[in-house]
């Protein structure tokens, strides 16, 4: 998961439907009066606003690249104050509502171990365990899924990095590879692979919720793609795209053998209830 997934999993109880949010260059801004009104309680969240404003501007806030000015959709709505969900935890440290005292204590907390681990490295080495572990168990997997977790991470990094340097930072060629990856391994893009984990909000990472079998089949793909752009140095788009076809068709044929012999959906690691192409949707 993203660190703005695990800041919005924080900030769910702030960040709900009546907060009104708008994307700007990739970052999601929060109205910081919707907070103030329907979070904080405050009968006039304009004022409260200027006060905590004022507070943080004394510490040397810088307010002018921090909050920035954003006119939603709307008959007759004016410019309001947004920050993200970053800015959002400087707030906090300010703001005087009782609701947030555990995202102080929170921020106290992490910055009391990021100190440690700067006089004791191997300590983050433990404590960087230790949260991937406690993650996993949030998730609902057991220790043994969390090495296969961290190769695949390391396989994902190693093809975007390869697909960068041959495509100028090209995203949407990652895309691409990704859901013809996910057609050829699972049946379907990641759209359809979110459908079927079941994964409704954009901050879940739909490879935290796949089976350890899923993701060393992924792994295997991404690998045997990136060495194919490794070993290439010229190769179209759509060569290498289909490359990423023929392979994950081949590496799909070894899934489908795989959850007929373990009667398993291999994507979900849950045992099947009826055939294997019932569960695709062929």
Same mark, same amino acid.
């Given at each position: 998961?993203?660190?703005?997934?695990?800041?919005?999993?924080?900030w769910?109880? =702030?960040?709900?439907?009546?907060i009104?949010?708008?994307e700007v260059?990739?970052? !999601?801004h929060f109205?910081?009066?919707?907070?103030?009104?329907?979070?904080?309680?405050?009968?006039?969240? !304009?004022?409260?606003?200027?006060?905590?404003?004022?507070a943080?501007?004394?510490?040397?806030?810088?307010s002018?690249?921090q909050?920035v000015?954003?006119?939603?959709?709307g008959?007759?709505?004016?410019?309001?104050?947004t920050?993200?969900f970053? !800015?959002?935890?400087r707030?906090?440290q300010?703001?005087?509502?009782?609701?947030?005292?555990?995202?102080r204590?929170?921020?106290?907390e =992490?910055?009391?171990?990021?100190?440690?681990?700067?006089?004791?490295?191997s300590k983050?080495?433990?404590?960087?365990?230790?949260k991937?572990?406690?993650?996993?168990?949030?998730?609902?997997?057991?220790?043994?899924?969390?090495?296969d977790?961290i190769?695949s991470?390391?396989?994902?990094?190693?093809?975007?990095?390869?697909?960068d340097?041959?495509?100028?930072g090209d995203?949407q060629?990652?895309?691409?590879?990704t859901?013809?990856?996910?057609?050829?391994?699972?049946?379907?893009?990641?759209?359809?692979?979110?459908?079927?984990l079941?994964?409704?909000?954009?901050s879940?990472?739909?490879?935290?919720?796949m089976?350890?079998?899923?993701?060393?089949?992924?792994?295997?793909?991404?690998?045997?793609?990136?060495?194919k752009?490794?070993?290439t140095?010229?190769i179209?788009?759509?060569?290498f795209?289909?490359?990423?076809?023929?392979?994950?068709?081949?590496?799909?044929?070894?899934?489908?053998?795989?959850?007929?012999?373990?009667q398993?959906?291999?994507?979900t690691?849950?045992?099947?209830?009826?055939?294997?192409?019932?569960?695709?949707g062929?």
């Amino acid at each position: 998961m993203t660190d703005e997934g695990k800041q919005l999993t924080l900030w769910e109880p =702030v960040f709900d439907e009546r907060i009104r949010r708008v994307e700007v260059n990739g970052e !999601t801004h929060f109205s910081v009066l919707d907070v103030f009104q329907h979070y904080g309680n405050k009968a006039n969240p !304009t004022q409260s606003w200027r006060a905590v404003l004022k507070a943080l501007q004394k510490q040397g806030f810088d307010s002018s690249t921090q909050i920035v000015e954003l006119q939603f959709p709307g008959e007759r709505q004016r410019k309001t104050p947004t920050a993200t969900f970053k !800015t959002f935890l400087r707030i906090a440290q300010v703001a005087d509502i009782k609701e947030w005292e555990y995202i102080r204590s929170w921020m106290a907390e =992490v910055a009391s171990e990021r100190i440690e681990e700067e006089y004791n490295p191997s300590k983050a080495i433990d404590n960087g365990l230790s949260k991937i572990e406690r993650a996993a168990l949030r998730l609902g997997h057991d220790l043994s899924w969390v090495p296969d977790r961290i190769l695949s991470t390391e396989a994902r990094k190693y093809l975007a990095a390869l697909i960068d340097a041959h495509w100028s930072g090209d995203r949407q060629m990652f895309i691409h590879a990704t859901n013809q990856t996910y057609r050829g391994l699972f049946g379907g893009d990641a759209s359809e692979i979110r459908r079927r984990l079941g994964l409704t909000k954009p901050s879940q990472n739909p490879r935290d919720y796949m089976s350890s079998l899923a993701l060393a089949f992924i792994r295997i793909a991404e690998l045997t793609c990136g060495r194919k752009l490794e070993d290439t140095d010229l190769i179209s788009r759509e060569d290498f795209l289909r490359f990423v076809e023929v392979v994950c068709e081949l590496i799909g044929r070894q899934v489908n053998e795989t959850e007929h012999l373990l009667q398993a959906d291999i994507l979900t690691g849950r045992k099947l209830l009826g055939p294997v192409d019932a569960v695709r949707g062929a």
